[in-house]
């Protein structure tokens, strides 16, 4: 029997990958669980696994006293004698137990404290196996749903998809083999809980990564990721060696590189843009494919007010505006978008605005502020609000209406527009490429 004990202990150790002191640890501490339900949590005793002889032994100990008032814990010196001839008053003395006796209740009690032991054992060993896999890519296969998302085993334990992070046009069933990201490890009662998200930007990283060698070795970085899960995502890179293409070494030769990363993201679309220290050709970058007249940068405000050829404007805001919702999310900057003519236009009407402000002696950003953005509505303002501007009068407000009517502001004219449309359609028309042209310069 005690043989068996050992070999079982041995056995387990192997078997559950679990430090053979842990098990004996947990043995004896089962044991020690069941004398003490059995016989009362008053008794001095103390376990311990004698390996040379595979049994445990459990030994209670005595205090030597002249009158006993508690046989569970005292012993009088003439029976301690008995045992210790040279015991003295006071003395502890230790005798063996037999544990044979513990009965069917007392042995189920230590069985179950093993068990929750080696489990406890085991989570441990799997949250430590995890904690430091975070931000790699796992596989494996969904097994259930509950509320929280979807189960998936991933061999030695299981991990949660959240709805939260997952690809909203995605559909799984049980069976599939499916890869994601794992973002996070938790202890919990149950044992420790593995994250992972498929929708997490940096799970695009980790791919890119994993299918471009240049990005795993360093050469090419990514400098920034923003996702429309499953629809759209914008990723600038930039190389940190001259005589490599960051963009086309992550398309790959015939696009196969980002095609391998398209189809595990099952069809989302991916633009790859060049990444610049130069925040206007940074965000010309990303917001291709439209292409960009000018931009103008607000450093205080955090914007960019980027001007578009007419036939441009769709394009760059894209389907729903995601095209200029991703590049503001890759830049971190608000984009404020305009076509060349809308320019034109808001152009004229300020310069009118500083024509009348200089009359009137007051600061254009007062009008401005005030909401008034072209010289008609400045001239046809409420007098009330025009004199709630600091600095206005009936006197200044009499100058600007007769500044207004000398000076012919009222046009930027229909035959102004028109003019300035004609040249930017000759412009846009000078500016198409021959049909067929669709190569990237060298």
Request: proline content about 3%; overall charge negative; some cysteine.
């Amino acid at each position: 029997m005690s043989m068996e004990l050992r070999k079982a202990i041995e056995q387990i150790s192997k078997d559950r990958g679990i430090n053979k002191e842990l098990l004996v640890d947990t043995l004896e501490e089962a044991v020690r669980s069941s004398v003490v339900r059995k016989y009362g949590d008053d008794l001095d005793i103390e376990v311990r696994y004698d390996n040379d002889v595979g049994e445990i032994m459990v030994y209670q100990f005595k205090t030597v006293t002249e009158q006993v008032e508690n046989h569970s814990t005292q012993i009088t010196l003439e029976e301690a004698r008995i045992h210790d001839a040279s015991v003295q008053l006071d003395d502890e003395v230790g005798f063996r137990m037999d544990i044979k006796d513990l009965g069917r209740i007392a042995a189920q009690s230590a069985k179950q404290v093993i068990i929750q032991r080696m489990r406890d054992a085991e989570q441990e060993i799997i949250f430590e196996e995890y904690k430091d896999r975070k931000g790699e890519v796992v596989s494996g296969i969904i097994q259930r749903r509950d509320r929280a998302g979807w189960i998936i085993n991933l061999g030695r334990t299981e991990a949660l998809l959240p709805k939260e992070e997952q690809i909203a046009k995605e559909h799984y069933k049980r069976g599939d083999r499916i890869q994601a990201y794992l973002i996070d490890v938790r202890k919990e009662g149950r044992g420790p809980q593995v994250i992972v998200s498929r929708s997490h930007p940096e799970y695009m990283v980790a791919l890119f990564k994993r299918e471009v060698p240049e990005v795993d070795d360093g050469t090419v970085k990514v400098m920034g990721v923003a996702r429309d899960p499953g629809s759209r995502t914008k990723v600038s890179v930039m190389s940190k060696d001259r005589d490599v293409d960051p963009v086309g070494a992550c398309v790959g030769v015939r696009g196969s590189r980002i095609q391998n990363i398209v189809q595990e993201l099952r069809g989302e679309r991916i633009d790859i843009v060049v990444w610049s220290p130069e925040i206007a050709t940074y965000a010309k970058n990303a917001l291709s494919p439209a292409i960009v007249s000018r931009i103008t940068v607000d450093e205080d405000e955090n914007l960019l007010e980027v001007v578009v050829p007419d036939d441009q404007l769709t394009l760059a805001i894209g389907r729903k505006g995601q095209n200029v919702k991703l590049a503001a999310k890759l830049l971190s900057w608000r984009i404020d978008i305009s076509t060349e003519s809308r320019h034109m236009e808001r152009n004229a009407g300020l310069k009118g605005m500083e024509q009348l402000a200089s009359v009137a002696e007051v600061p254009l950003d007062y009008f401005l502020e005030a909401g008034i953005s072209s010289a008609e509505e400045l001239v046809h303002s409420e007098e009330s609000t025009l004199l709630s501007i600091p600095g206005m009068t009936q006197e200044k407000i009499s100058d600007i209406r007769s500044a207004f009517n000398f000076l012919n502001l009222g046009a930027y004219s229909e035959k102004d527009h028109n003019a300035a449309e004609t040249d930017l359609n000759q412009n846009a028309d000078a500016a198409e490429p021959e049909s067929g042209d669709s190569s990237r310069p060298e």
